[in-house]
């Protein structure tokens, strides 16, 4: 047993040490680049996906189901295995559209649609809060465990609240002490690797505890676990529903290691080089078979050791605390610190950027007096951790008691496959639209709230029992728990099939069923192409084009855009940047494939910090151009699609080769940008045109009222001069004219 402050003195300096290394790691990137971490760091930080359900929960599971918790990592490395075909699209994907979250990659293929990014990101948010509440109930429980003799595992009270607190600084210091154009974050991904190596350290080193000291050697241990008194924690399968189990569990890991939040920043946002995958590809599922090797092993030694069977999470920590190996049981400890401090940075810091971006930027935009909060989305984004990490200590303390660190991780992984339908259909499918991926988001997380969330409050005594046994208004097929008289399931398989079911089934019949417009098909092209091989995007060149738009107005304009959003020191350097990069820097004038290609490039700068979805709303209402810009674009389009066509019609004669596709393609990406653009003219015309139609209308009015106005002069001065005359004839003096002395 441990004094409170060595506990949080020696968390302090590992996490001190965690913070340097990060800072080294930064100003190593600064000098080298992207990939100055390495592909085995980047590797190791994807273990971010073995958080403290791993690290203690996984025994916990086996402790009472066997082998069943094996089924959370079946699924990944399935997975994994695809990762060619999957993870390396969406890196591609990523590179050319500027991605900074998954909610911004399924509204980037979906037209951009901020509606999609905004449901997404609410999915995101309300599914990760147990994921997060189950890494802060594992770190205080374990605290206060360790510090507390075994007496207390309990998350409320005052050490609670601070430690979520704490895992807030940190989460700021690591990953938004500022607001990066490339959201990458180097130093951050270093640390992950570390910590991914410190729980690995850990678990091994319990492993090797157990197996020798309390075992006496693995011949004793195989023979206690093949036919001795602990053989029931080999067992596959016990209960007749176990199968659906498995099975749930299988397809809610492969979808998990690729669609949670934290998972897609680490292994696509986070990527310098598809190269890495390859890496990647072997050396992840090698750390997650390392690191689940002794799990059985420690499950035996907490059965064995009489500790209460509702502290099973907790075997790592307690068996080698109850044997009094002080140093191992804080090794221990701190390997579950850094299982649960990693993917409550990463998601946590994810979280906060994307409701930043899609929920409340959208806001700002729309609001005229809070525009100028624009400007401050760095302390927005940290107001949202706070926020975000205190609603997970929240549900912890008012759920956690209730359930198994895995059971309540297994309510976000379900919440996460919801995306699933969006993500790959939109990945594999180009007849999917936006109008399929909402309706089928909205129609899927319905369902996991009615099956999966609700029953949880109902057994938390919010909801009475009625309406899970009954069915609401008495309804029994409509029982959350066996929907349209389907029984038999496990609860969390009942919800995976229901939600996913009707999450395709929407998503396959609006996608069908909806036309979407010109604007939606080209981008779709475009995206769908981006995740090709080997392609090169294309970049500005010399043309025949005449140069005759001035750069300065168009800088400035770029760097006004750029200042509404950064510091005037970043949105100069930013420019500056893209100048040098585009080489048009020093120029005076440009061509208008320059100024297209300028434009294109400063949206991708820009949805580096707000999403792509509001950095291309924000382009769309901020930049202008000229009618000959406007006309010049429309003829270049034109004249660029004549020549693809002749293109095709020309293979077709005599075939076509790899380099000719590749070349078309970079062509047709540029002829989608530039038709994107023409759309977005046209649009803007129209709605001057409406404008101007408007203020015509009301002049027109305004001159009819003047009209009126003169005919009734007109007509009272000639009434007027009517009774002057009859006045005059009468010999009376008429006003206006001398009278009698």
């Not at 297209?596 to 700068?605: C, K, P, S, W, Y």
């Amino acid at each position: 047993m441990f004094s409170p402050l060595t506990v949080t003195l020696v968390v302090l300096s590992y996490m001190a040490i965690l913070f340097a290394t990060a800072q080294y790691a930064e100003k190593k990137a600064e000098l080298r680049g992207p990939k100055a971490h390495g592909r085995w760091i980047y590797s190791l930080s994807l273990a971010v996906y073995a958080t403290s359900w791993t690290f203690y929960g996984s025994v916990g599971l086996a402790s009472q189901s066997g082998m069943l918790f094996f089924g959370v990592y079946i699924g990944a490395l399935l997975a994994v295995a695809c990762w060619w075909v999957i993870l390396r699209p969406m890196v591609a994907a990523k590179e050319t559209f500027h991605i900074t979250s998954i909610a911004d990659f399924i509204s980037t293929r979906y037209n951009r649609s901020q509606a999609i990014a905004a449901v997404v990101t609410l999915i995101a948010l309300i599914g990760s809060l147990p994921y997060i509440a189950l890494q802060l109930e594992a770190v205080i429980s374990s605290f206060n465990l360790i510090t507390t003799g075994g007496s207390d595992a309990g998350i409320g009270g005052l050490t609670g609240l601070l430690v979520t607190l704490l895992m807030a600084v940190f989460t700021i210091l690591f990953g938004a002490r500022r607001l990066d154009p490339t959201e990458r974050h180097p130093g951050m991904v270093t640390v992950l690797a570390i910590e991914c190596l410190v729980k690995l350290l850990a678990l091994t080193a319990i492993g090797l505890f157990v197996t020798l000291s309390i075992f006496g050697g693995f011949g004793e241990l195989s023979e206690r676990l093949l036919s001795g008194d602990l053989q029931h924690l080999t067992r596959f399968q016990s209960d007749r529903g176990d199968g659906f189990t498995w099975l749930t569990f299988i397809v809610l890991s492969f979808v998990g290691v690729q669609l949670l939040p934290r998972q897609f920043h680490v292994a696509v946002v986070e990527n310098p080089d598809q190269g890495y995958i390859k890496t990647a590809m072997w050396l992840f599922p090698t750390y997650l078979i390392l690191i689940n090797l002794f799990v059985l092993p420690i499950a035996g030694a907490g059965l064995i050791s009489e500790i209460p069977p509702q502290l099973a999470d907790f075997y790592v920590l307690l068996v080698p605390q109850q044997a009094g190996e002080r140093m191992l049981t804080m090794l221990t400890f701190l390997g579950g610190y850094s299982a649960a401090t990693a993917m409550v940075l990463v998601t946590t810091m994810t979280l906060a950027t994307m409701a930043s971006n899609h929920l409340l930027l959208p806001l700002l935009e729309r609001t005229p007096g809070l525009r100028r909060a624009r400007g401050s989305l760095l302390q927005v984004r940290w107001i949202l951790i706070v926020l975000i990490l205190l609603a997970a200590y929240g549900f912890a303390a008012e759920f956690g008691d209730a359930y198994l660190l895995v059971t309540i991780g297994l309510l976000s992984f379900a919440a996460v496959l919801q995306f699933a339908p969006a993500m790959f259909g939109g990945m594999f499918w180009s007849r999917g639209n936006s109008a399929g991926a909402l309706a089928g988001l909205c129609g899927g997380f319905s369902i996991w709230i009615y099956t999966l969330a609700l029953p949880t409050f109902v057994r938390q005594g919010w909801i009475d029992t009625s309406f899970l046994n009954q069915g609401p208004l008495g309804l029994h097929w409509l029982r959350p728990e066996a929907l349209f008289g389907l029984e038999g399931l496990p609860g969390l398989s009942h919800s995976v099939f229901w939600s996913l079911l009707v999450n395709i089934g929407l998503y396959v019949l609006a996608s069908l069923l909806y036309e979407p417009h010109k604007s939606e098909r080209t981008l779709t092209n475009e995206f769908l192409a981006s995740m090709r091989p080997n392609l090169q995007r294309y970049r500005a060149r010399s043309t025949g084009l005449e140069a005759y738009i001035e750069l300065a107005p168009k800088l400035a304009e770029a760097q006004s855009l750029l200042g509404k959003y950064f510091s005037s020191d970043k949105a100069e350097l930013a420019i500056h940047g893209l100048s040098q990069e585009l080489g048009i820097a020093g120029k005076s004038e440009i061509t208008v494939i320059e100024l297209i290609e300028f434009h294109r490039m400063l949206e991708h700068v820009l949805s580096g910090a707000i999403g792509a979805a509001s950095a291309h709303h924000a382009i769309e209402t901020s930049i202008r151009y000229s009618d000959r810009e406007a006309s010049d674009l429309k003829a270049l389009y034109s004249h660029l699609v004549s020549e693809l066509q002749g293109q095709q019609l020309a293979s077709q004669d005599t075939g076509s080769s790899g380099r000719d596709h590749a070349s078309r393609t970079d062509q047709y990406g540029m002829v989608g940008d530039l038709q994107s653009t023409i759309e977005q003219l046209e649009r803007r015309l129209a709605e001057q045109q409406e404008q101007i139609a408007g203020l015509e209308a009301k002049v027109e009015e305004r001159y009819e009222e003047v009209f009126r106005y003169r005919l009734e002069a007109q007509k009272l001065q000639q009434e007027n001069d009517l009774l002057r005359r009859e006045l005059g004839a009468l010999g009376a003096p008429v006003s206006g004219e001398d009278g009698p002395p």
